[in-house]
């Protein structure tokens, strides 16, 4: 099911340049066919002048040689022959009739193409009698004085018509109005059909502008606009929008996994997944990477929005098969209405983020409504951040506490891991997870990983020589830090400066971390390795098991989890558990620590089946360095 095309409003505002555009070519070929109607006319009026002054002067010469001839006949008072020489002129089509008067003024002769019983009697009578030429629109008259051997005998009067004058100039302007239109509606279809592949130019780029090229969902530009015009077109009809912010969780792993073609299939099954549960009215936008938002009118109560988001969830529980592997992939997704929420747009997607933030805070696979007391919580991030940054640039509220690390066969001490511990002066005590969540959304996490390494590897050189053998550190390395390309030249040059050997630096790694960076990470984690460095897999058993990189990847310890170690020795399901990974280990030549022993009876257990090192309240808290050393002392 497609997304639904935006609100009228927001189509009108789409099509407004169009509309404008085609005036503009309209104004255009208008302008243009008055111009060439406004030029012909031009050369017509010119045409019409020059025709009337060649007509006037032809007809000069031509009156003067009639007068010439017919002088004798008017001496001599001859009217046949005055007569039979104005006949002549018959054969001039524009010539209506002429007229020979006598010195007096009186009509002596006249000839008329057709019976014309008006024709002046007199000379005064044509008004010809003080001028020798009159143009008018439809006539032109002319006069000529007649003279006999040695004075003016009469005159001779000549009417001539102009129709011959506007046919030619007609025929004139018919042709030049002809090619005109020619030329004009050529124009137009060249117009028309460089303004069509313009329009579909526009048109292709308008799509392209406003879909996502992988998905073909709405993008975020389209997003935007969709967004703007929902929320006007609720604020005029006093109604609620609805925004549901969706993010693919480890969505990273998959792409590293499979590739990034897998990737984007995959992205393609999501969108159209969505889609079949969303309502005509809905639209769906790919906000980039993983992310989706899906904008909906909210003609629904809380109740109905809480099941659509549990039913945007609910797509998510079946398998999505891509390149020929199914992968199951899962979803956070927060809600926030307007203007319930939020008061305009910029605060509805901050507080959908948030809410859908909250939703990954939880557990992931799920979907959050949001609540105010979330900003309290962004707020505080806020200030986390800004915080953790002034402390990386040279702050002294950082610092590292020490869980010792004891033999299980002999209760000796062996070592000790690294935990971080951060004590503001306005934020209070700001636990390991707070601090390590918000450095990881806001790019700090590698910087602070640095910084545990390097204090970690400062603390322990300093400690060495204090006790019967060396005792090693164990520092957790984010996913982030381990795919930073200058992870390797760093540890070697925090163990050069610090004067740490290798062999007493051990870095945890939990299996999650492994999987997301197992190409990519394999060939750094073999350099370590080859630096005498120990590599220990964290958390074991709570993230991607896999025999595969126990095979591939050269680790020397396992660290069962302590929620497998809380339950024993009472529950069956842990015993089995544990013994099973002890023997895993054991089998690949693995040493294995438990850590969260908080019992004799859980210690007493593991070194029962044979467990290496033990870590846990049960021995010793987590302490500053200065206690450390004093406690090597007693052991």
């Keep these: 099911m497609k997304s639904k095309a ?14 404008l555009s085609s005036k503009l070519v ?41 007068a010439d001839n017919v002088s004798a006949a008017v001496v001599f008072r001859d009217t046949e022959t005055a007569t039979e020489m ?20 009186v009509l002596f002769a006249h000839y008329a193409r057709s019976r014309d019983p008006h024709f002046p009697t007199t000379l005064r009578a044509t008004g010809m009698d003080r001028i020798a030429e009159r143009a008018g629109w439809t006539m032109l008259e002319i006069t ?55 329009r579909e130019a526009e048109n292709r780029l308008q799509e392209l502008a406003h879909t996502d090229a992988i998905t073909g969902v709405n993008n975020r530009h389209a997003f935007n606009e969709r967004l703007a015009a929902e929320l006007e077109l609720a604020r005029s009809t006093d109604q609620r929008v609805a925004l549901v912010y969706i993010d693919l969780d480890n969505f990273k792993t998959i792409n590293d996994t499979f590739g990034h073609a897998a990737g984007d299939g995959l992205l393609r099954q999501v969108a159209s997944r ?17 992310e989706f938002a899906v904008i909906l009118r909210q003609n629904m109560d809380d109740e109905a929005l809480s099941q659509y988001g549990e039913r945007i969830i609910s797509v998510f529980e079946l398998p999505y098969t891509e390149a020929g592997q199914q992968v199951n992939v899962t979803c956070s997704a927060g809600i926030a209405s307007f203007p319930d929420d939020a008061p305009d747009m910029d605060a509805l997607v901050s507080n959908a983020d948030t809410a859908m933030y909250r939703a990954k805070e939880l557990g992931k696979n799920r979907c959050v409504r949001f609540d105010a007391s979330m900003n309290q919580a962004m707020v505080r991030r806020q200030a986390i951040e800004q915080a953790l940054r002034a402390e990386l640039e040279g702050g ?12 299980a066969r002999d209760n000796a001490l062996v070592g000790a891991e690294a935990l971080l511990r951060w ?9 390991p997870l707070e601090a390590i969540s918000v450095a990881e959304d806001c790019g700090l996490i590698v910087p602070l990983g640095y910084w545990v390494l390097r204090t970690a590897c400062r603390d322990a050189s300093r400690w060495q020589g204090r006790h019967a053998h060396p005792l090693r550190v164990a520092v957790n390395i984010s996913a982030r830090q381990l795919g930073d390309p200058q992870f390797l030249e760093q540890v070697m040059d925090i163990l050069r400066a610090e004067k740490l050997p290798a062999d007493l630096l051990e870095i945890e790694l939990t299996e999650t971390v492994l999987m997301e960076n197992m190409e990519a990470g394999a060939y750094t984690l073999h350099r370590l390795s080859q630096l005498g460095i120990h590599l220990a897999i964290d958390d074991f058993g709570t993230g991607y098991s896999s025999l595969a990189y126990l095979r591939q990847l050269p680790m020397r310890r396992l660290k069962i989890d302590r929620s497998f170690v809380r339950d024993l020795p009472a529950q069956e399901h842990s015993r089995k558990i544990v013994t099973a990974i002890l023997a895993l280990a054991h089998g690949l030549g693995l040493e294995v620590t438990a850590e969260g022993v908080e019992t004799l009876e859980q210690a007493e257990y593991l070194v029962e089946q044979g467990c290496d090192v033990l870590q846990g309240y049960a021995f010793a808290r987590p302490m500053p360095v200065q206690q450390f050393v004093e406690l090597q002392a007693s052991h």
């Design 6 to 19: 935006p609100p009228t409003s927001t189509v009108a505002l789409q099509l407004q340049p169009l509309l």
């Design 26 to 66: 309209v104004t255009g070929i208008w302008t243009a066919g008055l111009a060439l109607l406004t030029v012909v006319l031009a050369l017509t009026a010119v045409d019409y002048w020059s025709a009337r002054a060649s007509m006037l002067q032809d007809s000069a010469v031509e009156a003067a040689i009639v």
């Design 86 to 105: 104005l006949s002549a002129l018959r054969s001039s089509s524009m010539v209506l009739s002429a007229g020979v008067y006598d010195r007096d003024g």
């Design 144 to 198: 000529h004085p007649i003279h006999g051997a040695d004075a003016e005998v009469g005159t001779l009067y000549v009417r001539k018509s102009m129709e011959a004058v506007y046919k030619r100039l007609g025929f004139r302007f018919l042709s030049a109005s002809l090619i005109a239109a020619c030329v004009m509606a050529l124009a137009t279809a060249i117009v028309l059909r460089s303004r069509a592949v313009v």
């Design 274 to 290: 969505l889609q079949s549960v969303m309502r005509r009215s809905d639209s769906i936008s790919r906000m980039g990477g993983d």
């Design 396 to 407: 002294h509220g950082l610092a590292l506490h020490y869980q010792p690390l004891f033999s």
């Design 423 to 431: 004590t503001h002066a306005e934020l209070g005590n700001v636990s």
